[in-house]
């Protein structure tokens, strides 16, 4: 392959994202060789409630870096060691990098692999902390241990003719689907979903996949939870000054759910009249009100370490106050961490090619050009009910 041109979203600092040319990406990340990597071309890209952290300057990230981790592509150049990924192949790519060598690698938990990133276990593309491997919201990218890390669609015509549902498996598709196998959803289950983002969205959708009986979702923007009520769901507006536990009784008759999942994370807001202002604490702490003895809490909604945009001195260093007691005394367990995202996506794949979900427009997919991606990442921080997927090469709408 002749060195091509690239281009890419850049993080500027807090608030601002552009477009600019950026090096076409090599089979390496600095010193260290990816001969087991491939170079993508990129067919689709989306903006994460992830990158928004970032962007609201609520993380360390340092200006230049080239955001976006929810890559969809096809492969144009395979490296020495790629075996069974080839030239032409359209793959979806989990967001967390995994070496698929490492011992959680192999125990499955692909999200804290050991092996791509010095700093910590875990890894992502173009996102602070990470490991420093270069971010996809751009033309092209490289993807290394791509025989690992791949997930090959069966069959490129049809792959094209869902690819804005199929795009939502390198991140929010299987990142909600695991909030609720995490918090034991079932069928006939009762289940409380805590934010209607994006990532709340594909959990509302997957506990509906997963046979729940009643699925509610609570966030505070009016327009996300019309989204939720357009495919079943039920939705709590919690500007209102009542308990969440009321408000739920309301509809069940019962002021419990028998699981919870938290859509929200670190930059959670009060409910009432606290709806405008940060309360970091404020979802877990209603998991282990709210839901049953002996329920489990799926915890997807992100926790930082350093949170230098933090109200207090605790939560800076991500030290929340939380009556934790209360969660013991009910036998909850909690479940943390980035999806392990490759435990699920070939599964969901599947319900997408099979017409069992309608993930895209669960969570109102927009298509938008690479160029619109600052638009999107405004819009998107301005509460719409979307999510913005990026079509770098007019590939989709074409
Ligand atoms: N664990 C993972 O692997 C993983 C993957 C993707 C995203 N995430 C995280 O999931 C979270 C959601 O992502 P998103 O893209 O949907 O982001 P988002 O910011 O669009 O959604 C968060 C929603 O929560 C709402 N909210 C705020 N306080 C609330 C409260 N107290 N109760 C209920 N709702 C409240 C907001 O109004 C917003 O609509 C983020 O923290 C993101 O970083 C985690
Ligand atoms: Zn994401
Ligand atoms: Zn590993």
Redesign the pocket.
């Known amino acids: 392959m002749t060195s091509a041109s690239n281009r890419g979203v850049i993080f500027q600092g807090a608030g601002k994202v552009t477009v600019e040319a950026i090096d076409f990406p090599k089979l390496a990340l600095g010193e260290r060789r990816c001969d087991h990597g491939v170079i993508l071309k990129i067919l689709t890209t989306n903006i994460?409630?992830?990158d928004?952290?970032m962007v609201r300057g609520r993380t360390t990230a340092p200006q230049g870096l080239v955001l976006g981790h929810e890559i969809t592509g096809q492969v144009i150049e395979c490296g020495r060691d790629v075996e069974f990924i080839s030239v032409g192949d359209i793959v979806s790519v989990p967001f967390n990098i995994a070496c698929g060598r490492c011992r959680n690698c192999k125990e499955g938990k692909t999200g804290i692999c050991l092996n791509v990133n010095p700093a910590r276990p875990g890894a992502a593309y173009g996102y602070v902390d990470m490991g420093g491997w270069v971010g996809g919201q751009a033309e092209y990218v490289m993807v290394p241990y791509a025989d690992f890390n791949l997930l090959k669609f069966p069959d490129r015509e049809q792959a094209m003719e869902k690819i804005t549902d199929l795009t939502l498996l390198s991140?929010?598709f299987p990142?909600g689907f695991h909030g609720c196998v995490t918090a034991g959803v079932g069928p006939g289950s009762i289940v409380y979903i805590?934010?209607?983002?994006?990532?709340?969205l594909a959990a509302a959708a997957s506990a509906r996949l997963l046979g729940a009986a009643c699925v509610i979702v609570?966030?505070?923007?009016p327009e996300?939870l019309r989204q939720a009520k357009s495919f079943g769901c039920e939705a709590i507006d919690?500007r209102q000054d009542a308990t969440l536990g009321d408000m739920v009784a309301e509809i069940t008759g019962t002021p419990e759910v028998d699981a919870f999942v938290d859509?929200?994370?670190f930059e959670?807001?009060g409910?009432g009249h606290d709806h405008s202002h940060e309360q970091p604490a404020?979802?877990l702490n209603s998991a282990m009100d709210l839901t049953r003895a002996g329920g489990q809490i799926g915890i997807?909604?992100?926790y930082v370490t350093e949170d230098p945009g933090a109200a207090d001195k605790a939560a800076q260093k991500g030290a929340l106050s939380l009556r934790f007691g209360l969660g013991w005394a009910k036998s909850h367990s909690f479940h943390t961490?980035?999806?392990p995202v490759m435990r699920y996506n070939r599964a969901l794949m599947q319900a997408i090619l099979y017409d069992r979900v309608d993930i895209a427009k669960a969570v109102n997919v927009e298509l938008i050009t690479l160029d619109d991606a600052p638009r999107g990442y405004a819009d998107?921080d301005g509460?719409a009910a979307k999510k913005f997927v990026i079509d770098p090469h007019g590939s989709v709408a074409a």
């Open positions: 994460c409630g992830s928004q952290h991140d929010i990142t805590a934010g209607a983002g994006p990532v709340g609570g966030d505070m923007i996300r919690l859509c929200v994370g959670a807001h409910c404020t979802v997807p909604g992100l961490g980035q999806c998107f509460g």
